[in-house]
Structures are given as C-alpha cells and as structure tokens.
C-alpha cells in the first residue's frame, strides 16, 4: 500500500492565480482531512469527509473548496490564491472502523508559496 | 472548549535526558489522546496514544501520563536520542467523532 499520497510536493503561485492539491489514499478509508500547518501553529483542519459525496468545513475553511466523488480522492482546491495561504498542506485519512481510535494516516504534504 | 494547549514550543536536551512535553485539555467529551511525531520534511505519525480510563501507557522509550481531574496529559520519552528529535504534537478527539484536535507543537533537539 502507497498509504496517502500527495501532489505536487512544492508550488509557487502568484496572487490571484488558482490551483488544486491531489490526494489519495489506497487504504479504503471513509474519513479523508486536509490541514494547513504554519510554524508554531500546529495543524488546522481546513475541511473534512466522512465518505465520498460528504463534505465539510473544518476551523479555517476561507479561501479552500473541496470535493468527494470517490472514497479515494480528496482534492483541495484554492481559488484567488493570497500569501496568508502560503504553508504546508497535509492531507490525511481514518478508517470507519477505526472511529473510535480516531487514528489518522497523513501525506507527505504539499509546500505552498504564494507570492 | 476544542483547544488542546502543549508547552513548551521547543526543547532541547542532552543525548540520554528524558524531555517532558505537556498538554491540557478543556473539552471533557475527548476519550481519546494520542501524539503524533514528525521528522522534517514528513507527515506527523501517530506514535503513541491514551484512552483516559488508564493513568499511563509505555511503548518502549515512550511513556504518556494522563491526569484526568486535573484534564492534563504529557509525554515523556526515556533515554532520548538524537533520532528523537523531530516535532511532536499532542491531540485529542472523542469517540464518534470525526475531528482531531492538535497542539501547537514542541520542536524536540536532542544533542549528540
């Protein structure tokens, strides 16, 4: 198993412009998460999914939309990109089964420049 | 009521030194509290966690004390080494729940 993959793995964009971060998992997790994680501020839950079609807003949501047409794909999207989105995004998953454990599988991450 | 506060933001022990980090909790709901390490360049992986019906937990060099009235919880690692160090964020969630709650972090140094 790859576990969760992330695309791309660095980014520059310049204000305004729009982009999509792909992530996948191969591991048949229902809930997918995408954080955000500046330094010193631990990870923040941008949005979530418990299950494909199902989707919802986390603690910082602005600026982000997100879709869930498969159990395995949960893309990012960034719309007007603005430096305060400049950071490393994680993606990550947790088994249905393992709720109760609430275990999460990250990614990589994907490092955002805005300028 | 969903922070979760860790202290301190950074630590830097000697090679062999047991590096204590703390977090406290507001939210009694969460029954679940695990920590997560992340080494540079990484995603955080799950290394240890407490369900608070139990007062510690050891895997290995690993411990966590869990202080329910107190709604407090830290890690203590033993006989620290210089693969130690790496970022290390506490959480917290509760069973049915689809929301982990992190930390802000400690970045951990261990000196050769």
């Known amino acids: 198993n790859a576990g969760v993959t992330q695309t791309p793995k660095f980014r520059i964009l310049k204000i305004g412009q729009s982009m999509t971060l792909q992530c996948t998992q191969d591991m048949n997790h229902n809930y997918m998460y995408w954080y955000r994680q500046d330094p010193g501020m631990g990870l923040k839950l941008i949005y979530y999914?418990?299950?494909?079609?199902?989707?919802d807003k986390g603690e910082v949501p602005n600026g982000y939309n997100v879709s869930r047409s498969t159990t395995e794909d949960f893309p990012l999207r960034l719309e007007l990109a603005a430096p305060s989105q400049t950071s490393v995004y994680f993606c990550?998953?947790?088994?249905?089964?393992?709720?109760?454990?609430?275990?999460?599988?990250f990614g990589p991450g994907t490092r955002l420049t805005v300028l | 009521q969903q922070q979760v506060k860790q202290s301190p933001q950074s630590l830097i022990v000697q090679k062999g030194g047991i590096p204590i980090i703390n977090c406290a909790y507001e939210?009694?709901?969460?029954?679940?509290f695990p920590w997560y390490q992340q080494f540079p360049g990484k995603g955080p992986a799950l290394l240890i966690a407490i369900r608070p019906d139990v007062s510690e937990k050891k895997e290995g060099r690993f411990t966590i004390s869990f202080n329910k009235s107190a709604k407090q919880f830290s890690l203590h690692i033993m006989d620290s080494q210089p693969g130690d160090s790496a970022t290390y964020f506490c959480a917290a969630s509760r069973t049915g729940g689809f929301k982990t709650i992190f930390g802000a972090g400690t970045r951990l140094f261990v000196k050769a």
């Open positions: 999914s418990v299950g494909a079609g199902i989707t």
């Open positions: 990550a998953s947790s088994s249905h089964q393992r709720a109760a454990y609430n275990e999460q599988f």
């Open positions: 939210n009694t709901a969460f029954d679940y």
